[in-house]
C-alpha cells in the first residue's frame, strides 16, 4: 500500500489523517457530552473533562494543518462517476468540511477562557493572555475578552457544536454509504481497504 495517493486510492497517510480526524472528533464530543451530563460544574472532574476536551481539540488543529499541506500535495483520487450536480455536491461537501475542521477547533481556542493543559503535558496560554489578544482585540477593537469571547462561543457551541457539524459528518457518512451499498461503486473503499467491489 503506497504511502501517497493514487488515481485510484487514498494512500496510508491521507487514510491515517482521515480516520484519525474522524476519531477525535468523536473523542471531542464524548468529552464536551460527559462534561455537561455526568459532572457538576467547577468540580476536578468536570474541569478533567474540559482539559481533554480542549487537548482534543489542539490536536485536531494540528492535524487539519497535515491534512491540507498533505492534500495540496498530492493529487486526488478521481472522482466516481456521477451527474455534474453530484459532482458538485461532492466538491461542495469536502470543502464545508475542511472549513468546519479549521474553525471548530480555532473558535473552540479563542472563544476558552481557561488555559489549555494539553493532554497534562504541558500548557497552552488562553487568548486571552496572549500579545495577540492585546494588540488586535484589546486595543484594536477595544473588547473585553468577555464581549470578544460571547460571538466566538456562539458560533463553536451553537452553530458548529450543535448542529453544522453533525449534519455535515452524517451527511458526509450517508454519502459513503449511499456509494457503497446503492450506486456499489468504490468511494468508500477507496478510504478503507482499497479494493474493488465485490461482484
Known sequence: MSLRNSAENYGTIAKWLHWTTALLFLCAYCSVYYRHW??????AENLTALQMHLSVGVSIA???ILRVIWRLS???PKLEPASPLMTFAAHAGHFALYAIMIIAP???????SVNTEFFFLFEIPQFEHTALFQSWISQGLGLTFEEFEQP???IHKKILGQWL?????LGDAGA?????FIKKDRTLLKMTTGQDQPK
Open 165 to 169: 457539524i453533525w449534519v455535515l459528518i
Open 62 to 64: 494540528v492535524l487539519v
Open 106 to 112: 480555532l473558535t473552540g481556542y479563542l472563544g476558552t
Open 176 to 180: 459513503a454509504l449511499y456509494h457503497h
Open 38 to 43: 455526568f459532572t457538576e460544574k467547577g468540580t
Open 152 to 154: 466566538i462561543d456562539f
Open 74 to 76: 498530492n493529487p486526488q
